[in-house]
């Protein structure tokens, strides 16, 4: 199993959503986040020494999914979350050891 996190804009959630939905995705969480990328948001050198770095909106999407279901994932929010401009954000996908369903006590794949 992996775990999916995708950091993006905002006003992209939604087109997101609808894509992973779309192919059969049945859960995830949305966070409100704040983040900095290479452009650290407005770099600005302070006193000579420190920046300043001006942190962004952005929302970050977990999604815990099977292995076959990776390679999909990843193209199909590559593709709802592209406008081609700086700051379309990034996919971070991590190996995930054990998931427990809480009300059925199913677990791994069967829980997802
Ligand atoms: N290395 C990183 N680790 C953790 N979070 C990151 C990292 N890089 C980007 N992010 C998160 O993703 C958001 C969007 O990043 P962003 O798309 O600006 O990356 P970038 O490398 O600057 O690419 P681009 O040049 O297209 O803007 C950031 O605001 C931050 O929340
Ligand atoms: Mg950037």
Known sequence: MK???VVIKP???EEVREALSDIGITGLT?????GFGRQKGHAELYRGAEYNVNFL???KIDLAISDEQL??????IAKAAHTGKIGDGK???TSLDHVVRIRTGETDDSAL
């Open 3 to 5: 775990l999916v996190t």
């Open 30 to 34: 949305v966070t409100e986040v704040k």
């Open 71 to 76: 390679d999909e994932v990843i193209s199909t």
């Open 91 to 93: 996919i971070f996908v």
């Open 57 to 59: 909106p952005k929302v």
């Open 11 to 13: 006003f992209k959630l």
